[in-house]
């Protein structure tokens, strides 16, 4: 399957995070995992400025697993208010930088108060055409796939559609990211090596670059670090 955006100039069209590392910040400074996540709400601020000033038009931030839901309930229910105080707070400066806010994942599993600010500020900032900023909330790439699956095997079950006209353009087109590019860029923080169930697909053709800074650190100069790195790829997408 050829990429659905190969990118033809050195700034990714579309950047995709693992923010990870807000309880080891937390931790190193002898405070609460959730002063960890409230700091990275700071780090989400910049980079979303940041992508802006360089002409990014995607920005995939991986906010909460479906894994997450394990953690101690006084965590998922303390990062849920900050998401809302977050999404509710931001209007304002999102519209202003022309920024479109879009969701994924299993966003019906969402407390409906989180659902709801998060609904809202989609609503307010549908017009905007600068950043398209994606939140995957309760996102499992696996089930992601799964339910694509589930929903073309119902089609040809249906008659709708033969097996045989299934491909990876037509599978792509049942993710919940088929209204986006695949991301050219994937940053992961905090020095771990893995994609934690995060865009196995979409990620196929994507440069990755890993940094030790822990998210809650990271501010815009790391992101040009990153797009700086990535810049100097040659990509090949399978080819010589
Ligand atoms: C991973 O660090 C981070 C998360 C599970 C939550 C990410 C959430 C935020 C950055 C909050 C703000 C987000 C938005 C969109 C406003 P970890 O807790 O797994 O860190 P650790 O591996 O050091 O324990």
């Excluded at 609503?123 to 055409?129: G, I, K, V």
């Excluded at 037509?170 to 992961?188: G, K, V």
Aim: glycine share 8%; net charge neutral.
């Amino acid at each position: 399957m050829f990429p659905k955006s190969p990118a033809t100039r050195p700034v990714p069209r579309h950047i995709a995070i693992i923010m990870d590392g807000n309880g080891r910040w937390a931790r190193g400074k002898g405070l609460e995992r959730l002063n960890g996540h409230e700091r990275g709400a700071e780090a989400v601020r910049d980079c979303v400025k940041g992508c802006r000033e360089l002409g990014v038009e995607y920005l995939t931030l991986y906010a909460f697993s479906t894994e997450n839901w394990q953690r101690p309930k006084a965590e998922v229910a303390g990062l849920m208010k900050l998401l809302e105080r977050f999404i509710g707070k931001e209007i304002p400066e999102l519209d202003a930088q022309g920024v479109r806010l879009q969701a994924i994942g299993k966003l019906e599993d969402l407390p409906a108060s989180t659902r709801k600010a998060l609904e809202a500020a989609i609503a307010a900032t549908a017009h905007n055409d600068k950043l398209t900023l994606v939140l995957a909330l309760s996102y499992s790439s696996r089930v992601e796939i799964v339910e694509a699956v589930r929903e073309i095997a119902r089609e040809a079950r249906e008659g709708k559609l033969d097996p045989e006209a299934i491909d990876a353009a037509l599978l792509s087109s049942r993710l919940y990211t088929c209204a986006y590019p695949d991301p050219d860029l994937l940053i992961r923080t905090s020095g771990e090596m893995r994609l934690s169930n995060f865009l196995l697909w979409q990620l196929s053709y994507t440069e990755f670059y890993i940094t030790s800074t822990l998210w809650p650190d990271f501010r815009k100069g790391d992101l040009l670090e990153a797009v700086d790195a990535y810049s100097k790829r040659q990509r090949r997408f399978g080819g010589i």
